[in-house]
Nanobody, 128 residues
Framework: VQLQASGGGLVQAGGSLKLSCAASGLTTSAYTMAWFRQALGKEREFVAGSSLSGRSTSYANSVKGRFTISRDNARNTVSLQMNSLTSEDTAVYYC??????????????????????WGQGTQVTVSS
């Protein structure tokens, strides 16, 4: 079971990046998928989450209106489109999967302990 995150990098403030996460060894349609981030010296925090079907999403207040999470269960992938980036978004971003969940479960937890599969992280650095 593995989550492989990609797409991080260095971007100027106001710019955009798209992170991708490819899952192997699990079926994303049975997992709540989420992105977390951890800035230097800070705790890992919830950024965005997607329910099993993708019909429900949840965002941290700090990224609402700027970030968009999406999933493609046919391809076993989840993405995070990040726009209007600021230096406050600089962090290592982690893809996470929580499950397997019961069919039609639409809940999205912001608690990292509810996610049992984690990717390796990808660095996002926003220069001001």
């Amino acid at each position: 079971v593995q989550l492989q995150a990609s797409g991080g990098g260095l971007v100027q403030a106001g710019g955009s990046l798209k992170l991708s996460c490819a899952a192997s060894g699990l079926t994303t349609s049975a997992y709540t998928m989420a992105w977390f981030r951890q800035a230097l010296g800070k705790e890992r925090e919830f950024v965005a989450g997607s329910s099993l079907s993708g019909r429900s999403t949840s965002y941290a207040n700090s990224v609402k209106g700027r970030f968009t999470i999406s999933r493609d269960n046919a391809r076993n992938t989840v993405s995070l489109q990040m726009n209007s980036l600021t230096s406050e978004d600089t962090a290592v971003y982690y893809c996470a999967a929580g499950g397997p969940r019961p069919m039609r479960f639409e809940g999205i937890s912001t608690d990292r302990t509810q996610y049992n599969v984690w990717g390796q992280g990808t660095q996002v650095t926003v220069s001001s």
